[in-house]
C-alpha cells in the first residue's frame, strides 16, 4: 500500500520595499546572476519537487510586473497575489488566499518564504520539510554568540532564518486569531508560539550561505555564492 502523497504550498513573499539598500526599488525584483532575487527562491523551491503549488506575495502596484517576470522566468504555475504592509500582513493575506485549500486538506503543510534570500537551495528546503512533517513545524538557525544574562549565566543565541514550514490548519487559525487580537509578529514562527504552543517546531541547522539580502554589501556576496552554486549544479 502506498501512502497518501501530502499537498504542500510554498509561499514566497515578495512585497517588501528594500529601503536599507537605497535602489529606489523593491529588492525582489534585483537582479543577481541574471535574474531576480524573488525568482531564484522560486527556482530552488521548485526543483525539490515537493509542492503541488505556488504562491508569489507582492506589492499591490507590482501585481502585473511580477506576473510578466514569472511568465518569463519560469515554466510552472504561480498563482500572484497582493500583500500586506508588514510581514505579518503579507503571510496573512497569503493564508487567507489559501484558506479553502487548508480546510479542505488540499494544502496540508505551508512553506514560507522571504524573497530576499536567494540561496535557500534544495537540500536545506528538503530537510526543513521533512523535520516539519516529522514534527508540526521546522525552520532553519544559526548560532551567533553567547549573552551573559542578568543572573550572570551564558546563554545561546541563534538566527532564525526562512524557509519555516508548519502545519498548514494550524497556522491558518493562528493567523486568523492573530488578526482578530491586532497581533503582529516578526516571523511566522513567533505568531505559531504565541497561538498553537504545543506544536512542535523543529530546529534544522542552517547554513550561512542562506543570507538575506538586506544591505548594498549583501548584493555581490548574493552573487559570488549563488554564481559558484551554479557551476556545481
Known sequence: MTSKPINRTAIVLAAGSGQRLNL???K????????????WSLIWLERTHLFNRYVLVVHENEIEEAKKIVKKSLNFDIDV??????????????????????N???????????????????????????AAEEHGGALPYLPTAKLISATSH??????VQTPQVFRAKET?????????????????????????????IKAVFGTSQNLKVTYPDDILLAE???NQILKIN
Open 24 to 26: 529606489g526599488m523593491n
Open 172 to 200: 491558518l487559525d493562528a493567523y486568523l486569531q492573530a488578526e482578530a487580537d491586532n497581533f503582529i509578529g516578526s516571523d511566522t514562527a513567533m505568531c505559531l508560539e504565541k497561538y498553537v504552543p504545543e506544536l512542535k
Open 81 to 102: 497575489i497582493k500583500g500586506g504592509s508588514t510581514r505579518h500582513g503579507s503571510e496573512t493575506e497569503a493564508l487567507k488566499y489559501l484558506s479553502s485549500a487548508i
Open 104 to 130: 479542505s486538506e488540499k494544502c496540508e503543510f505551508v512553506l514560507i518564504h522571504d524573497g530576499a534570500r536567494p540561496l535557500a537551495t534544495p537540500d536545506l528546503i528538503k530537510d526543513i520539510v521533512s
Open 154 to 159: 551564558l546563554k545561546d543565541l541563534i538566527r
Open 224 to 226: 559570488s555564492m549563488l
Open 28 to 39: 525582489a525584483w534585483l537582479k543577481i546572476s541574471g535574474k531576480e532575487l524573488a525568482i
